[in-house]
């Protein structure tokens, strides 16, 4: 896979994908990060990304040319085929929500450029004729898009078969191919986790963890799963696709 990020701070990116996955994946060769820097595609002596809003208002409007012809000259050597596989996304408080599924999609891709937004907004023409997605990765305010491609590389990297290498266990990938497509199909939060020490500051690791009751041990994270994502996300419960097993657990939590 190969990743071009187009942004006016390729220095942002120094650090984020430097360390664990990401940066084993490169050294691999599993994917390639590549940054470039948009006002090596302007044509002006200032090397001007920006420009006032026609119809007036705050703040600056980031330019098309610049991304267009950087998306253009990134693709110029790309056959039909490689460009079929090809996402353009723009990043931008205006996109659709980026989620578990949008990543499985990235995935697929053999390479995705990512746009990265600035100032005020960017020009309506990139999102309809240029990037072939508009992406948000919240309902917050951000000062731009390049934590948010951040955040879509770091999730679709963790998709690509081989990725994860020895970081995810053995006894996870048993229990199902794909434990993390729990949290977008249908799926609930992840159970609560311990380690040692068994006594912290007074606060004991649930007794039932520390025995040896394989079955009780999952029954009751499959309860605590449930609980918690009743708390903190009941917009997922309510969509979610549970087992007898799990209507039966939630029933129980409410007596
Ligand atoms: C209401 C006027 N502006 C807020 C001060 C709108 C606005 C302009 C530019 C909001 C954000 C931005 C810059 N943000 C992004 O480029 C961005 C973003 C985000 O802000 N939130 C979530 N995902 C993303 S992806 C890119």
Redesign the pocket.
């Given at each position: 896979m190969i990743y071009d990020i187009v942004t006016i701070f390729p220095e942002f990116f120094r650090g984020p994908f430097e360390h664990g996955i990401l940066r084993r994946a490169q050294e691999e060769g599993l994917i390639e990060i590549r940054l470039h820097d948009l006002r090596n595609y302007t044509t002006d002596k200032h090397r001007t990304v920006d420009d006032r809003p026609f119809g007036g208002g705050e703040g600056m409007v980031l330019k098309p040319e610049p991304l267009f012809t950087a998306v253009e000259s990134l693709l110029s050597d790309q056959t039909m085929e490689k460009r079929a596989r090809t996402a353009i996304v723009l990043?931008?408080?205006q996109?659709r929500w980026f989620h578990q599924s949008v990543a499985q999609t990235l995935a697929e891709q053999e390479r995705v450029v990512l746009l990265?937004?600035?100032?005020?907004?960017v020009d309506e023409r990139v999102a309809e004729h240029l990037a072939t997605l508009e992406?948000?990765?919240?309902?917050?305010?951000?000062?731009?898009?390049e934590l948010?491609a951040a955040v879509v590389v770091d999730a679709t990297t963790r998709l690509l078969p081989e990725a994860l290498g020895d970081e995810r266990s053995v006894v996870e990938e048993s229990f199902t191919a794909h434990p993390e497509a729990r949290i977008s199909a249908g799926g609930i939060l992840d159970c609560p986790h311990y380690t040692r020490p068994a006594d912290f500051r007074g606060h004991q690791v649930p007794e039932v963890l520390l025995g040896g009751d394989h079955e009780e041990v999952r029954r009751w994270r499959r309860e605590k799963a449930l609980a918690k994502t009743r708390r903190n996300r009941p917009d997922l419960l309510a969509r979610a696709r549970l087992t007898k097993e799990e209507r039966a657990l939630l029933d129980k939590l409410d007596s």
């Open positions: 990043l931008s408080a996109g990265c937004g600035r100032y005020e907004g992406l948000s990765i919240g309902d917050y305010v951000l000062s731009g898009g948010a």
